[in-house]
C-alpha cells in the first residue's frame, strides 16, 4: 500500500489510511501489508497493527521512497495486490503492480480525483486501474465520469468514528473558560484552514454572523484547526467587527478534540467540495446538530438529510434561518442511532467484505464466501447492500 500519510500525521486521509489498515490487520485473508508512506510529519505515536510493515525510511524524501519502491520490485515474495492510497502516488503504483503482476486498487477520497489532475500520467493511468475503493458514492462517480471506469468497480467505503470515544459530553470548564464561552450559545466548525480548502465553508458561516447576531448578540464562533489560511480569515473577521464572536482556536491536540465538539450548540460545515466529511460524522456522534451542504458528499454521509440540516451554500438566507432555528431549538444533546452505520465496527466489517471479493477475482473464482457489502449507504439500511451494480 502506497500511501500520502496515515500513522504520525492528522487529517482525513491520514485517519482513513489508518482505520483501513487496522481493519485489514484483522482480516484473516490478510497475512501481510507492506505500506510505503509518503509523509510522516510527527512522530509515530500510535500503535503498529501487528501484520503492518509500515517502512518509516520512505518517508525520508522522494529518492528514498522510490529506492523502497525499487527494493519492493524486485523482492521475491509474492505480491496480490498493490493499494494506491491517493492517485497522485498512481505511477509509483501502477509500476509496482505490473513488475509484481499484481491487481491495482486506487483509493478515491474526494476533490482530489473528481476531476483530471495536473499530473497527466496519472490521469492515463486512472483509465487502467483493476478496482476502486471510494469514500462515497458521490465521489466515485465524480471520477468515474472522466476516468472511464465502471461504477461496478467501485466499492464504497465511508470513513468511521470510534463512537466510544466521540460521545456527547458535558461542556469542559476549562475549555469554557480559556474561550470565554460562559452562558453562550457556540457555533463550530472544524478543519484545515489552507488556502487551497476554502470550499469548507467558513467564510459562508463568518459572512452571515452580522445576522445571526441580531438574534443571539452574545453567540460565539468558534474554529477550531490552523493553516495558512488563517491570518486571511482573523483579517476578515476584523473588517467585519466580529473580534468579539469569532474564537480560532489554532491547532488543538486529538486528546482534546471530543471536549471541543461537545462546546457547540450546533456544528455548521456549508462546504462545496468535501468528498465524505468525517468531521459532520464526529460532531453527530456527539449528539450536536449539523448543518451541511447539499451540494457535495456531506448529503450522502447526512443520509440525505435524515441526520442532519442540509443547506446550499450559495443560499445564504436559507443558512441562516437554518441556523437561527436549530440554535432557537436549544433541544438536548442526542445522538442518533443510525450513526452506528459509521462506527468503527461496522467499517472493519465493510473492509472484510471488500479483502473476500479482492481474494475471489485474484483467485479467480468465488472462494471467499458472501462479498456484498452490508449496509445500503443510500437509504442506510442495514439488510441492503452499496454495491452500485445491484441497485
Excluded at 476554502?198 to 452574545?218: A, N
Excluded at 475471489?360 to 456484498?372: K, L, P, S, V
Aim: aromatic share 8%; glycine share 8%; with cysteine.
Amino acid at each position: 500500500m502506497l500511501v500520502s500519510d496515515g500513522f504520525g500525521s492528522f487529517g482525513g486521509i491520514a485517519k482513513f489510511n489508518r482505520d483501513f489498515l487496522r481493519a485489514l490487520d484483522g482480516c484473516s485473508l490478510v497475512q501481510r501489508v507492506h505500506v510505503l508512506p509518503r509523509l510522516i510529519p510527527e512522530p509515530v505515536l500510535e500503535q503498529i497493527p501487528e501484520s503492518v510493515v509500515y517502512e518509516r525510511s520512505a518517508a525520508r524524501g522522494k529518492a528514498t521512497f522510490l529506492s523502497r519502491l525499487a527494493a519492493h520490485a524486485r523482492h521475491h515474495k509474492r505480491v496480490d495486490l498493490v493499494i494506491c492510497g491517493h492517485i497522485h502516488l498512481l505511477p509509483a503504483a501502477w509500476l509496482l503492480a505490473r513488475l509484481r503482476g499484481a491487481r491495482l486498487v486506487l483509493i478515491i477520497h474526494g476533490l482530489e480525483a473528481w476531476t483530471q489532475s495536473p499530473k497527466r500520467l496519472a490521469n492515463w493511468l486512472a483509465h487502467r486501474v483493476d478496482a476502486l475503493v471510494a469514500v462515497s458514492k458521490y465521489s466515485a462517480e465524480r471520477f468515474t465520469r472522466w476516468s472511464s471506469r465502471s461504477m461496478d468497480q467501485a466499492f464504497i467505503l465511508p470513513n468511521c468514528v470510534d463512537l466510544d470515544q466521540f460521545r456527547p459530553q458535558d461542556r469542559d470548564l476549562r475549555l469554557v473558560e480559556r474561550y470565554g464561552l460562559q452562558s453562550r450559545k457556540v457555533i463550530l466548525t472544524v478543519g484545515r484552514l489552507a488556502s487551497t480548502e476554502r470550499y469548507k465553508g467558513f467564510d459562508q458561516v463568518i459572512e452571515i454572523l452580522p445576522q445571526i447576531t441580531k438574534r443571539f448578540p452574545t453567540i460565539k464562533y468558534l474554529i477550531v484547526g490552523d493553516g495558512d489560511d488563517r491570518s486571511r480569515l482573523e483579517r476578515k473577521v476584523e473588517t467585519l467587527g466580529l473580534s468579539n464572536c469569532v474564537v480560532f482556536s489554532g491547532y488543538i491536540p486529538e486528546s482534546e478534540k471530543v471536549a471541543h465538539y461537545n462546546l457547540a450548540d450546533v456544528y455548521v460545515m456549508p462546504s462545496r467540495a468535501e468528498g465524505f466529511g468525517i468531521v459532520l460524522v464526529e460532531a453527530l456522534a456527539c449528539g450536536i446538530p449539523v448543518i451541511g451542504s447539499r451540494v457535495d458528499g456531506s448529503r450522502e454521509t447526512l443520509l440525505d438529510g435524515r441526520l442532519g440540516h442540509l443547506v446550499d451554500p450559495n443560499d445564504t438566507a436559507r443558512l441562516i434561518e437554518t441556523m437561527t432555528a436549530v440554535l432557537e431549538n436549544g433541544a438536548s444533546r442526542h445522538r442518533f442511532d443510525d450513526v452506528e452505520i459509521y462506527s468503527t465496527r461496522k467499517f472493519n466489517e465493510r473492509v472484510k467484505i471488500w479483502c473476500r471479493s479482492q481474494a475471489n477475482e485474484i483467485c479467480g473464482r468465488a472462494n471467499y464466501g458472501d462479498t456484498r457489502p452490508a449496509i445500503d449507504f443510500e437509504f442506510g439500511r442495514d439488510d441492503g447492500v452499496c454495491d452500485p451494480k445491484s441497485r
